[in-house]
């Protein structure tokens, strides 16, 4: 199977020129003379030479650009633009955990957040997490949800222009959340997301939260069902379907996907991943997806 090098650096200091190139593709055991520019300064990719082992190529070019501000990864030449993208929205899509940014209107924001980062590091169950985190938002006004969403969220530099290509060039896009619909629907409508899932808190007849979650929980395990079910819609397998995220709660659906990309991963997704972006925005997806830059979408 032939592989390639992609080289992707933080969009606000372009690192990937001539120089560079050349010494990783020496490094790595790449064909210089076959790079293919993807956006000046930004992002290029290179086949590896026959012969030369993927694994070994991947290490090898994270040690010849560290300390630079750039991405590498290796995947195999074919199949690299998918059919299907499934995306995590907190701390991927955007850039805040929308259950904490709640718990801020009571005062619990480090209480909640504390539980959050434990979950999302994989070091507690996610049902329990989530229903306990849930309960402490309770007695909430749900008419605060806009008003957070509009206050306190902000979305990951390069989503919108990730959703708008992808979708322009025919691929469908669903956002799946272990948080709730509330936010999902919200962030669906601003980036363009053909779909959303999320969970679904429990509001009273006086429209306040009442703590309580609905079931099923959408956890790790449903993302990887919702990848298959989208798929199966669709026609096509999980090698066709790429998946993006940041916690523990999205090892399933990466690990599954043919493109797994794990965006300023915990340590348990960087470690089933295909891809990981450090530096890149979330443009780097598109970059691994053989886009060039030519060929975004106006946001
Ligand atoms: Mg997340």
Do not use: W
């Not at 090098?5 to 606000?12: F, G, Q, R, T, V």
């Not at 891809?275 to 060929?295: K, Q």
């Amino acid at each position: 199977m032939s592989h390639v090098l992609i080289l992707i650096s933080a969009p606000d200091d372009p690192a990937v020129d001539d120089s560079l190139l050349a010494r990783i593709a020496d490094a790595a055991g790449a064909d210089a003379t076959q790079a293919q520019i993807l956006a000046p300064g930004k992002a290029a990719e290179l086949p590896l030479k026959s012969g030369v082992d993927a694994a070994g190529a991947a290490r090898a070019a994270a040690e010849a650009h560290a300390g630079l501000p750039v991405d590498s990864v290796v995947l195999p030449a074919a199949n690299r633009r998918k059919r299907l993208l499934l995306a995590d929205m907190d701390s991927t899509m955007i850039q805040q955990e929308c259950i904490d940014e709640l718990a801020d209107r009571l005062g619990r924001k480090a209480d909640v957040a504390a539980i959050t980062e434990k979950t999302m590091r994989g070091d507690i169950d996610f049902p329990t997490a989530l229903r306990s985190r849930a309960a402490m938002v309770a007695g909430l006004p749900a008419s605060i949800i806009d008003e957070v969403f509009d206050s306190a969220i902000t979305f990951t530099p390069g989503g919108a222009t990730m959703i708008a290509t992808l979708r322009q060039a025919g691929i469908y896009t669903a956002l799946v959340s272990g948080g709730f619909t509330d936010f999902t629907s919200r962030v669906r409508g601003r980036l363009g997301f053909d779909e959303d899932r999320a969970n679904r808190l429990v509001i009273d007849d006086g429209g306040r939260l009442t703590g309580g979650v609905h079931d099923p929980i959408l956890d790790s395990s449903a993302k990887r069902t919702a990848l298959d079910e989208l798929a199966g819609r669709l026609g096509i397998g999980p090698a066709d379907a790429a998946a993006l995220g940041d916690g523990a709660n999205d090892c399933d659906m990466i690990a599954h996907a043919g493109l797994g990309i794990g965006y300023r991963p915990k340590p348990k997704l960087a470690a089933v991943a295909d891809a990981i972006l450090h530096h890149a925005d979330l443009t780097g997806v598109l970059y691994l997806m053989g886009f060039r830059e030519a060929e975004f979408a106006a946001a």
